[in-house]
């Protein structure tokens, strides 16, 4: 194609031209129409808000994996949030209120709770010796008494927890609680290294070998061995092996969503952060669960039930003692011969062999203590041939006056004092039948009427020398006779009641002028009066010397003596002549 | 951003007492005779950031072969120490390079001379220092008397790190 020449050429252009604009608007008249309709569009912002409005929304969801998009918006979106919070901080508050309120409601209950445990268990232990013994260390150590509980009640508090890159032995992060003593954590970090390192060489060699604990006073560190970090957690107390799993799970986690991290470390662990909720989950505490407290019913059931055992007890303890308090009483009682003696458990059986007159072994029954109803006894009656039974058994038969004193001496029944003549008859008879007793003898009784006794005592005289008014000793023998005689008399008149005087008279011969006579009468009646009063004669005799009242019969013997006149009468009654 | 940093030297070339007063302790020397090392913390800032050097602070051993090498681990870098006044320490020092060398490869370091409080009974001479500059190596002189050369010696390490983390 040749080069059109420059002389036609304004003629040509403006013919073209006008040809091409016309085969132009011939050829592109629909696309132009398009075009004018697209610049109209892109020209008229109202018309591309509207369109991009429409856009918008499934364009910002298709770039949500877009961190340039999140970059460019954040600051947009964090002004606006500040001009609303300015302009209209209700309504941020209206829109948060629904998130805030059970995330304020979480936070004070899990607060609420650690208060109320440690109220919990220092109310348990405040008033026992144990609470005691804590107080007086809180108050020696000066830490606060609630403090030292949980502590004592503690089985084991993660404290700490390291996360540690494995190579440089530089802290990736590092969480502790609030009351944990946290020293240079790098550093610590650095060491923990260090020692593991130095255990490793030592000991080791290989990985399974490495440093997996140690024991630091009251503080265990466990050290859990991942790949390219470790995790260290400072532990008080004990914790359980299954612990071990928390922190492998922990540390896998880590290893997963740090792997490049971990592997291009370099120094800067701000990229580790996001693990701080991992580590904090690693600081899990457990404490003594306090005792099951007992339903109180169970209590009290319990409570009765030892009661009962211990009444029970007692009760068996005590029957058991008053038993055999009763046993050894039957067997050590005279008269009683015990030859069965057994407890059925709480039921008695007693039998033997009891003399008339020994003790009613019923009253000892119910003087043990024991319930009558629970004993069983027989007894077969026998003569105890034991002293006290024969002579009882004497007395019991033979009805001895009071006058009378019965005696075993071996196995003769002895009878002294005075009695009847009548009894003393009986009595030579029938003691020998009396059980136990082999022979009698009576030679030391005494037996005769108060007539008789009157009669001999009446018959004595008690002589005297010329002028004297002393007992002459030869008459001694007959003052024993007179003194026996009264105290015979005194004895009988005593049985029956009755009373006996007996009368000194005086006499002399008559010689003499008739005063001095009668003083001698009287004090020779007095002499012996007063013998007789010294030796006793018993009580129910009055001795006195001749009253003027009682005339000297006319055929009386007038001789240097004494005489005696009886009478016996009954008690109170004035004083008769002889009976 | 933390480093860990070794800190090596011949037997008792002065190496703790040199840094002693710069850098945080917390525990005590006698690890160093128990297990080997300190760790020990120096903070600087570097730029305008914060840099955290861990040390390591290894003990003195004459025969490097015996310096444990898991501790040398992660090292960032590491700091050389020798004796002016004993010769045989730089020869140490050149030893234990050597080694680190071979187990962590090219990293930064640095050798610092200590006792330049009494140089006139120095062993180590001049030529031999130059000739290691002339290596590439940077070298400080320090005292544990006046605590010359530590801060420019732990400042110029710090640099370096940054710069090769960057």
Known sequence: MGEPSSKNMPTLTTDMSEDLSELRSLLLAPEQTQLDRLQERLDDPVRRTREVSRLLPGALALQQDDPGLTAALTPHVEQALFTSLRRSPQAIVDAIAPIMGPAIRQAITHALQALTQSLNQTVEHSFSLKGFRWRIEAWTTGRPFAEVVLLHTLRYRVEQAFLIHRDTGLLLQH??????????????????????????????????????????????????????????????????????????DTLDRIHLTQADALVSFNGDASSFASTQPNLEACLQSQYEAPAQKPSPVLVAIGVLLLLGLLLWGWGSYRDGQRWDTLVDQLKSEPGLVLTTAQDHGGRYDLAGLRDPLATDPTSLIAASGLQADRIHSTWSPYYALDPQFILSRARTILQPPDTVNLALEGEVLVASGAAQKDWAQEARRIAPFVPGVIRYEDKNLRTGSIAQLIEDIERITILFTSNSTVINPGEAKKIQALISAIRELDDMAVQLHQQVTVECRGSVDPSGSELTNRILRKTRAQAVCSVLGESGVGSATTLTTETASIRRPENQATTRSVGFAVTVHPSGSAKAGHP | MHKKICMLGGFAVGKTSLVRRFVTNLFSEEYHTSIGVTVEKKILSVAGENVTLMLWDLYGDDEFQRIRESYLRGSSGYILVVDGTRKETLATALGLQRTVEGLLGPIPFALIVNKSDVRDVWEIDDAALSELRQQGWTIFFGSAKTGEGVESLFSTLAHRLLKQAT
């Open chain 1, 175 to 248: 969480v502790a609680t609030e009351t944990a003593i946290v020293r240079d954590q790098e550093m610590v970090s650095g060491m923990l290294t260090a020692i593991r390192n130095f255990v490793h060489d030592s000991f080791g060699g290989q990985r399974e070998r490495d440093l997996s604990s140690f024991q630091v006073g009251e503080f265990t560190v466990w050290i859990q061995q991942g790949t390219n970090a470790i995790l260290a957690v400072v532990i008080r107390g004990t914790a359980p092996e299954t612990f071990h799993d928390v922190l492998q």
